[in-house]
């Protein structure tokens, strides 16, 4: 099971705040997640899918019906384009389904954001589910359950280019954040000098894979 309470509540509250804090706080996918938000229904998640047109991954599914939006404990993620450049971001929030300002039923759709213009059959397969620090949208992928990132300062190329891939999965992603520390705002997270010369490999791999299949006329996105 993946979804539990956490007893980590703020010191010195009195009884009433450490009940409600508790009440607010879950644990999904090994991170903690602070709400005050009602839960989705399997109704509600079945509205937004017949709008999609598409079934939602099931660990994304899985998150709206347990959790439904909220904020990250561990909420940083480490973004790298070049052999020695690397952008941290934060999730500042999760859209919840039925609830909120935006809900995310009514704020989804990618091409209502920063002009993007795609076409209608592959607008279709992103969604909106979060926004990242600096303006920035997390979008998740409905064909491969992908979690991705718009970064709107990022403009050499056309922009559904920059849906870049954070995690292959939704609940991959929610495990693979790290806490906000001093260090980790410059290189992303703690690394070992081993694992850190591993990233940078990997990095540079994935940046000639996309200059490769953009050579080619490759959709970065399929």
């Known amino acids: 099971m993946t979804l539990a309470t956490t007893s980590t509540f703020t010191?010195?509250?009195?009884?009433?705040?450490?009940?409600?804090?508790?009440?607010?706080?879950?644990?999904?996918f090994g991170n903690s997640v602070t709400q005050d938000r009602e839960l989705a229904s399997e109704e509600?998640?079945?509205?937004?899918?017949?709008?999609?047109?598409?079934?939602?991954?099931?660990?994304?599914?899985?998150?709206?019906?347990?959790?439904?939006?909220?904020?990250?404990?561990r909420c940083r993620?480490?973004?790298?384009?070049?052999?020695s450049e690397y952008s941290v971001y934060d999730v500042e929030e999760m859209l919840s389904l039925g609830h909120g300002e935006c809900p995310l039923e009514q704020?989804?759709?990618?091409?209502?954001?920063?002009?993007?213009?795609?076409?209608?059959k592959d607008a279709r397969e992103f969604i909106v589910i979060g926004f990242v620090s600096g303006g920035n949208l997390l979008i998740l992928n409905l064909k491969s359950g992908a979690v991705?990132?718009?970064?709107?300062?990022?403009?050499?190329?056309?922009?559904?280019?920059?849906?870049?891939?954070?995690?292959?999965?939704?609940a991959e992603f929610v495990d693979g954040?790290?806490?906000?520390?001093?260090?980790?705002?410059?290189?992303?997270s703690n690394l070992s000098d081993k694992e850190f010369e591993d990233l940078l490999a990997q990095f540079k791999l994935q940046r000639e894979e996309e200059e490769r299949r953009m050579l080619k006329g490759g959709d970065l996105n399929d």
Not at 44 to 72: A, H, K, M, T
Not at 77 to 83: A, D, K, P, S
Not at 181 to 188: A, D, L, P, Q, Y
């Open 11 to 28: 010191a010195g509250a009195t009884l009433d705040h450490v009940l409600e804090e508790i009440s607010m706080a879950r644990i999904i």
């Open 44 to 73: 509600n998640v079945l509205d937004l899918e017949n709008e999609l047109g598409l079934r939602l991954p099931d660990d994304y599914r899985e998150y709206l019906l347990s959790v439904n939006g909220g904020q990250f404990e």
């Open 107 to 120: 704020v989804f759709q990618v091409n209502n954001y920063y002009g993007l213009d795609l076409k209608p």
């Open 77 to 83: 993620f480490i973004m790298g384009r070049e052999f």
């Open 148 to 170: 991705m990132l718009f970064d709107h300062d990022i403009a050499e190329r056309p922009r559904r280019c920059y849906f870049e891939e954070v995690s292959s999965g939704f």
């Open 177 to 188: 954040l790290v806490e906000k520390t001093k260090e980790n705002s410059r290189i992303g």
